[in-house]
């Protein structure tokens, strides 16, 4: 792994067929960078997001993240990642504690560790009263945040999350940000897709992907800078404007 870079990928491209999901994408990702990654329905991010995850093989290009390769290492990509769908991903008729203890042993804890991850994971979010309580009887954006600490309780070097604040209140979402900054402090790389653009000026730098290809990528002031706009809003809808496909 380059000093310091976390993802770097070059010319990553995925077709099915005749389609092109993916079309010559190249980007590097920094260490404790948090890295917005956006795109209408049908740009093609969340087929990105697969190969760098390990869970799918490009076409061509090349790719590494955490320093593995994603044609030939994605076994251990998936052992360096934490990842949290846009779907609640947790267990909801196991407890909080149950929830904790499987995922972290997955994610190859041993048991020392786990009880001792699993006391501090509480007390950082004020569970300890429901260690008992079935994950579904947590309001969402606790459920939210519980599986957010999950993913990241091996200390991973990148936690790649997909929209994961959907249908969370306001305030909930502003808790799971402060979430996201403390793990980007502790050093953990966040690789986050958000239908949000106000939580895409949250973010160091923002891609925006439009029909497979990466139009724009700095930080979210330069963006609005160079588009003449005040919001990353206005700079979204701009180029979504030009895209030509729809369904990703």
Request: charged share 25%; aromatic share 10%; proline share 2%.
């Amino acid at each position: 792994m380059e000093a310091g870079k976390v993802i770097i990928a070059k010319d990553l491209t995925k077709k099915f067929g005749a389609f092109t999901a993916v079309d010559h994408i190249s980007f590097e990702v920094e260490k404790g960078e948090i890295f917005g990654f956006l795109g209408a329905n049908g740009a093609g991010k969340t087929t990105a997001m697969r190969m760098l995850c390990g869970l799918s093989l490009p076409t061509s290009g090349t790719a590494s993240v955490a320093g593995f390769d994603v044609y030939k290492e994605n076994e251990s990509i998936k052992k360096n990642i934490g990842y949290m769908s846009q779907k609640f991903s947790l267990y909801e008729d196991l407890t909080v504690n149950e929830n904790i203890s499987f995922y972290a042993g997955i994610y190859g804890l041993d048991d020392d560790q786990i009880r001792e991850k699993t006391s501090l994971l509480l007390a950082q979010l004020e569970l300890e009263g429901e260690r008992k309580s079935l994950v579904r009887s947590l309001p969402l954006g606790w459920k939210q945040k519980l599986a957010f600490s999950i993913a990241i309780v091996h200390d991973p070097a990148i936690v790649f999350l997909d929209e994961p604040t959907g249908g969370v209140d306001p305030i909930a979402r502003r808790e799971f940000w402060s979430m996201i900054y403390a793990a980007s402090a502790k050093g953990i790389t966040i690789f986050v897709t958000t239908h949000y653009m106000d939580e895409a000026e949250y973010c160091s730098r923002v891609s925006i992907m439009v029909d497979g290809r990466i139009d724009a990528l700095d930080s979210p002031k330069n963006l609005m800078k160079n588009f003449g706009v005040s919001s990353m809003d206005d700079v979204f809808l701009q180029l979504a404007r030009k895209a030509q496909r729809i369904g990703d």
